[in-house]
């Protein structure tokens, strides 16, 4: 009999951490996991964060979904993937860095808008966001 997908990942988390310890990483029941593993029904996404909590490689248990995923751009991938180290990496920098500095403009504003009578602190801001505020 071949083993479905669902008796593959139960082998590799019995082998690694266990049922309870992957429920606790994964933030989820340990009916769900159950679930996965007698339907079968996994999604790459979903297997892709099994692997990452048991730094297990599934990829060669399941070539052909990684396969299909490799073909896809680095965003939509990590999109659909979530927890994938490659594809992430640069999505998660990229982000990162967007947050970083809009919080940096944001902690500006709000320096220049604390000292209102110093209109040299406004000289800086946007005209379209000091229309906004007014002195006063």
């Not at 769900?32 to 048991?54: D, M, P, R, S």
Request: aromatic fraction near 10%.
């Amino acid at each position: 009999m071949i083993p479905n997908k669902g008796d593959v990942i139960e082998r590799a988390v019995r082998k690694n951490i266990g049922i309870s310890e992957l429920s606790r990483k994964l933030h989820v029941s340990r009916t769900a996991i159950y679930n996965w593993f007698e339907n079968g029904q996994v999604n790459l996404e979903t297997l892709c964060k099994i692997g990452q909590a048991i730094d297990y490689d599934f990829s060669k248990e399941f070539p052909e979904e990684f396969a299909n995923a490799q073909n896809q751009k680095p965003t939509e991938l990590a999109a659909k993937v979530g927890n994938q180290d490659i594809a992430l990496d640069n999505v998660v920098d990229y982000w990162m860095t967007k947050y970083i500095d809009l919080l940096e403009k944001y902690n500006d504003l709000l320096v220049d808008l604390s000292f209102p009578d110093s209109k040299a602190n406004l000289n800086h801001i946007n005209p379209e966001f000091s229309n906004h505020f007014s002195l006063r």
